[in-house]
Each structure stands twice: as structure tokens, then as C-alpha cells.
């Protein structure tokens, strides 16, 4: 009887734990300014800040900040936008007092990211942040070889001081990018295929095949496989022809597309037609996930050379005349 009491205080305890928790990470809307006063001891402002509906779970925020050695800092805060209290916490903790918090998904490309932007930052607006990410010798001076800072911005959520310029807010990026993507490549012994394709490898190859696959597809399952697709058919010297770069080209331009006609394809001429370019397109099209550069650089040695869209998936084949068939039978159409 007593271990079987023992045993339902354990998980009543352990459930209000995980509640707790649970709280302590998920994010809430609000629009609150606050102040803390020099000297105030972190305990202290929890609990004064939990009073007045910032923190909501004072317990879970003591142990995090004791945990994690953090250290509040005085100043007048504003915040604005989704938090949660761990990020609360780390505001606090860093004293960057008129904090935003935005959010890039994967697959964005540098106009989606000048969008999230753009009203948010005083000292930054769309336009301004483009003319700095297509800026090559800014984009050198961050130590990327690239013309511009597509496919180097990692999806996150951020927490950057509201007074940020462009460049400050582009370099605290490109710091989340070099510490969470640079370990992948430190250690990183390429296959055979990915060699054969790329001959010299580079990270920005991988993220610029990683980027293609991202805007490819949304199934973790596929992607290892389009990433093959693309290195067999730089192998064979094919030209790549996936849609997601056109699109790109004519974004360049300041025209959005969502879908391409044989016109749209034949009209634009760019490096970024892979329809008409052989090879990699000159620079990644958008800012992948860590699971399409997983995919890049450990690609499914495939023996598919073409692939299609159905209902949100790929139908794959290994020659044209497959291809042919398979589309004629999916989209019940003559196809040539």
C-alpha cells in the first residue's frame, strides 16, 4: 500500500512538473513595458514580474535562471510580440531592453526574410536590408563566398534589440548559422556521389543543393532522395531543370510566381534557369533547414533521374520514357 501511494505522489509530482514546463516554453502574446532596478536580485524580479503577468511560471523560471547562472540587468523593457518565459529570461539576462522576436521558417528566401523585417526594426526596412544582403563585398566581409547572403541566414526564432541596424541584425544570423550549421562540416567526410558531383566541395554547394530540396519538397523521407536526383544528374552532366530555381530567377526581378508555364521557362534567360544552365545555380535560391543540408550532404545514391509532384509527394523514375508514362497515367493527359 505505501509503495503504491509512494508511486501516485511520484506522478502526481512529476505531471505537475512537466505541466509547469510545458508553460515555462510556450510562447504568449503581449505588449507590456517594465522596469528593473539596478541591484534588484533575479529572484526578486520573478517574482515581482510573475505579480504582474510577465513571467507565468515563477518556480520553473528560478531553476532555469539558477541553472543557467543567468543574471538579470537593469533597464526599461518593452516588449512586444510572442514570448515565452525562457525567452523573457534571456531578454533580461542579455539587458537588451526593446527586444524583438520574429521568427524565419525554412524555405524563405532574402525577400520573405526583408518582409518579416520590414516594420519592425526602425533602422532597418525592407529595402535597406536587401540592398545589404545582395551587397557581395558586405557578403565577403562575413567571411561567405558567396554574392549574396541567400541560403546563409539559418530559420530560427530570434530575439534581436529593436534599435538594430541591418548589418547587426544580419550578423547575429550569420553567428546562429556558424554555430549551428558551421559543426556539420568541421568533421564532414563527403560521399562518393556528393564528389563526383561537386568535384571541389564547398559549403556553399551543399546549401546551394540543400536549398533546391527545400524548395522541392516537404517530406523528410524525400528529401535524401531529391538531393541524389540532383547530384546524378550533375554527375551525367543533365541539366537540373527544377522549377524552384526559375522561380527564384524571375524573383530577382521583382516578379513572384507561384507556378511555371513552358513560356515562363523559356522566356527568362538567367543563370538560375536550370532548364537552360548546366549546373548548380550560381547561388542557394533560399534559406534551407537543417534536415534538407542533412540531406544535401548525405544524399540516398539513387538511381532516379527524374521526378514529379502529386497531391504534395514526388513520383520518381529512372528514365524519361518512365517519366513520360508515369505522367500521362497522373495527369491523365497527353504529355510529350
Known amino acids: 500500500m505505501k509503495r503504491r501511494i509512494f508511486y501516485f505522489i511520484s506522478l502526481i509530482i512529476f505531471l505537475l512538473l512537466f505541466g509547469m514546463f510545458f508553460s515555462f516554453k510556450t510562447s504568449r502574446k503581449m505588449e507590456i513595458s517594465f522596469s528593473v532596478r539596478k541591484g534588484e536580485p533575479t529572484d526578486v524580479v520573478i517574482d515581482r514580474l ?14 532555469y535562471a539558477r541553472f543557467n547562472n543567468l543574471k538579470v540587468k537593469a533597464g526599461n523593457y518593452l516588449l512586444n510580440g510572442t514570448y515565452s518565459d525562457e525567452d523573457i529570461l534571456q531578454i533580461l539576462s542579455r539587458g537588451q531592453v526593446h ?14 526574410v526583408a518582409d518579416v523585417l520590414d516594420s519592425r526594426f526602425p533602422n532597418c526596412n525592407k529595402e535597406q536590408f536587401l540592398k545589404l544582403a545582395f ?25 534581436i534589440d529593436r534599435e538594430a541596424t ?27 556521389l556528393v564528389k563526383k558531383a ?47 530555381t526559375v522561380i527564384y530567377a524571375y524573383r530577382l526581378k521583382g516578379i513572384f510566381k507561384k507556378r511555371l508555364n513552358g513560356k515562363d521557362i523559356e522566356k527568362i534567360k538567367s543563370p538560375f534557369n536550370t532548364y537552360l544552365v548546366r549546373g548548380l545555380p550560381p547561388t542557394p535560391i533560399c534559406n534551407p533547414g537543417m534536415k534538407s543540408i542533412k540531406a544535401a550532404m548525405y544524399p540516398v545514391n539513387t538511381p532516379f533521374l527524374y521526378f514529379f509532384a502529386v497531391n504534395g509527394k514526388h513520383i520518381f523514375s529512372k528514365t524519361y520514357k518512365e517519366h513520360l508514362r508515369k505522367m500521362r497515367k497522373y495527369y491523365n493527359r497527353h504529355v510529350k
Not at 503577468?53 to 528560478?62: A, C, D, G, T
Not at 558567396?146 to 546563409?152: A, D, Q, W
Open 166 to 192: 541591418c548589418s547587426e541584425i544580419v550578423s547575429g544570423m550569420i553567428s546562429n548559422f556558424n554555430r549551428k550549421v558551421g559543426p556539420l562540416f568541421k568533421t564532414y567526410n563527403p560521399p562518393a
Open 50 to 63: 510573475a505579480k504582474e503577468h510577465v513571467i507565468k511560471e515563477p518556480f520553473m523560471s528560478k531553476i
Open 135 to 159: 551587397n557581395s563585398t558586405f557578403v565577403h566581409s562575413l567571411d561567405i563566398n558567396s554574392t549574396s547572403l541567400e541560403g546563409f541566414l539559418f530559420p530560427d526564432t530570434y530575439l
Open 198 to 244: 561537386l568535384g571541389t566541395i564547398s559549403v556553399k554547394k551543399l546549401i546551394t543543393v540543400a536549398s533546391i530540396v527545400e524548395k522541392e519538397t516537404s517530406l523528410e523521407s524525400e528529401r535524401p532522395v531529391i538531393a541524389g536526383v540532383i547530384y546524378k544528374r550533375l554527375v551525367r552532366k543533365m541539366p537540373l531543370q527544377c522549377d524552384p
Open 99 to 112: 527586444y524583438v522576436k520574429f521568427v524565419i521558417p525554412e524555405g524563405y528566401d532574402l525577400f520573405d
